[in-house]
């Protein structure tokens, strides 16, 4: 079955593959990732709880 | 796009397209009255500005979104005002913008391929977020490649590259401590093309538009500080122009939110501002279609146009800068060596320069802070 994939999805925010299995003409089974990282909650430990809005804002 | 050729000559110039797009002569003058005032120049630049931009065909323009919150598209694309977004998308042609442009995967690369491949040399390239470096760059990859293959490819060919917000300019939210991806800013992997950094989280859009049309204006990227930040949103200290610095030289402080100096815009420098440490032209540039900002809404400068604000400016509702690890009742001297130790974890030199001269002033501040106090 060919399989198609669609990187970057555009107008929306933030980064998303979607990838999709066809068989005629019809989809199949798809998986979508978002193929971006940053750690935001591994940055967010050990600070002051009162600046946690304008991290987590961020995201 | 034709192979090889510039088609952009027949292009219309950006006062042309403004003019096709409904955008009447008064409003333009109006515009370059506002690059004028932004760029720091007196009001009788406002023709040469107009003159300029009646010939100036416009730049094309490509937008990278890699470790992002989108927060600097927002703030491109949320004027209120529908003629001031009219404006900015006329006067910078943007052919490459993954939040805004129809066609998506292969075809959104081919539009990015073409403009490199077309406009080499010629084009303008907008980065926001940061690039990730560990594990070979996977934490930020579009279309299967890593944001650092794409950043060396795009911007390398680019006329110059403009580093918007925090994080495409020093590695920003990603690279705050402990950065768990390895996150850079541009400057730190692109060599050999004009870098313009537009600290800020985010930046705001007149100093976008101001760098692209002074371009237009002069032949000129505009003179930079030593943050690679234009002088003319980024030379002045927010302390400086603060609508709350009466309040400031008077000695009348906010002490509690909500209390009666809070009810009263008075000085929010105890409540953690960082104005006094920040160069940013946000009190005369003002956010939200020139509206307000934060210490006109009443809330303290979180200094983020400041070098590695996330790790040197917080906490931010504290009145002294600390370092992570330090804790929140860090000294003065504590933060100058942390400020060291940032200078080992790789900030520029000239940052810590600056950082030293902040440091410095400060101090000057907290003296002069309590004896008004007394």
Redesign the interface.
């Known amino acids: 079955m060919p399989k198609i994939?669609?990187?970057?999805?555009?107008?929306?925010?933030?980064?998303l593959?979607v990838e999709a299995q066809v068989d005629g003409g019809q989809v199949k089974d798809a998986w979508a990732s978002s193929?971006?990282?940053?750690?935001?909650e591994?940055?967010l430990k050990?600070?002051?709880p009162?600046?946690a809005w304008?991290?987590a804002?961020?995201? | 796009m034709g192979e090889g050729k510039d088609l952009r000559d027949s292009s219309p110039t950006v006062y042309q397209a403004l003019r096709q797009r409904g955008v009447s002569r008064r409003d333009f003058m109006k515009f370059c009255s506002l690059m004028a005032a932004t760029l720091a120049l007196p009001a009788s630049f406002a023709p040469k500005i107009a003159e300029a931009l009646e010939k100036a065909k416009r730049p094309s323009l490509v937008w990278l979104e890699f470790q992002d919150c989108c927060g600097n598209t927002e703030s491109f694309l949320r004027a209120s005002n529908p003629t001031v977004v009219d404006i900015v998308l006329d006067v910078l042609s943007v052919d490459y913008h993954e939040t805004i442009m129809a066609p998506a995967g292969k075809d959104a690369e081919k539009s990015l391929q073409d403009v490199v491949k077309n406009q080499k040399g010629k084009y303008i390239c907008v980065v926001e977020g940061a690039i990730p470096t560990r594990d070979g760059g996977v934490y930020c990859c579009v279309g299967g490649r890593a944001a650092i293959d794409i950043a060396k490819e795009v911007c390398g060919n680019s006329l110059a590259t403009i580093a918007m917000g925090a994080c495409a300019w020093d590695g920003g939210i990603p690279s705050a401590n402990p950065n768990p991806t390895g996150a850079v800013g541009v400057k730190d992997v692109i060599s050999g093309v004009p870098i313009i950094n537009l600290p800020g989280c985010p930046a705001n859009v007149v100093n976008l538009t101001g760098t692209v049309v002074h371009y237009l204006t002069f032949g000129s990227l505009p003179l930079t500080d030593n943050n690679g930040a234009p002088l003319f949103g980024y030379g002045t200290r927010i302390h400086d122009a603060c609508q709350r610095r009466a309040h400031y030289d008077a000695g009348r402080y906010v002490r509690q939110w909500g209390d009666e100096g809070h009810r009263n815009g008075w000085c929010l420098y105890y409540m953690g501002c960082k104005g006094p440490e920040t160069y940013k032209n946000c009190p005369t540039a003002l956010w939200n279609d020139r509206t307000s900002w934060p210490v006109g809404a009443g809330h303290n400068c979180i200094g983020c146009a400041s070098p590695k604000f996330w790790d040197t400016m917080t906490p931010f509702y504290s009145r002294l800068a600390s370092i992570p690890g330090f804790g929140v009742e860090s000294t003065a001297d504590k933060v100058g060596l942390g400020l060291a130790i940032a200078t080992a974890a790789g900030v520029t030199a000239h940052a810590i320069a600056r950082a030293g001269r902040k440091h410095i002033r400060h101090e000057d501040e907290e003296k002069t802070a309590k004896t008004e106090d007394k």
């Not at chain 1, 193929?35 to 935001?40: E, K, P, S, V």
């Open positions: 994939a669609i990187d970057p999805v555009t107008r929306i925010e933030g980064h593959r193929t971006m990282f940053r750690g935001i591994l940055i050990n600070r002051d009162r600046d304008a991290f804002q961020r995201i």
